[in-house]
């Protein structure tokens, strides 16, 4: 693995080397004794890399951070037993905050993600 990421560094820094010199891919590619067709390979996979991490840093997508609900203590109050002897039903409690996302599939189930 380690030899493939030198690899890797190795061919991006002559796709930078190659576009900073003004050489076109194949005469680059001659100069440092590679086929065009192994130098052009080397540059689309380098734009594609520059595509995907333009991509990602563009993207307005940012993860949730669940840990900030209190889900522990309504777990642990849920199953903690009641303190009188006869059992009692206790009412539904009514959910205050609003959810970040909602899922309603095709047969009526609805997913709320707080």
């Known amino acids: 693995m380690k030899h493939r ?4 560094r190795s061919m991006f ?5 190659q576009q900073e010199s003004g050489q076109t891919i194949g005469s680059y590619a001659k100069e440092i004794g590679v086929t065009l067709s192994k130098m ?3 540059v689309s996979k380098y734009k594609a890399l520059e595509k995907t991490q333009k991509t990602e840093s563009d993207s307005g ?3 949730i951070n669940l840990g ?3 889900i522990q203590e309504s777990i642990v109050d849920s199953i903690a037993p009641a303190e009188s002897s006869a059992p009692t039903p206790e009412p539904l409690q009514q959910d205050n905050r609003w959810p970040q996302m909602t899922l309603t599939f ?3 189930m609805c997913l709320k993600i707080y």
Request: charged content about 20%.
């Open 5 to 8: 990421k030198s690899l890797n």
């Open 106 to 108: 095709p047969n009526g």
């Open 40 to 42: 052009q390979y080397w």
């Open 68 to 70: 900030i609900f209190d």
């Open 61 to 63: 997508l940012k993860f």
């Open 13 to 17: 820094k002559h796709v930078v080397l």
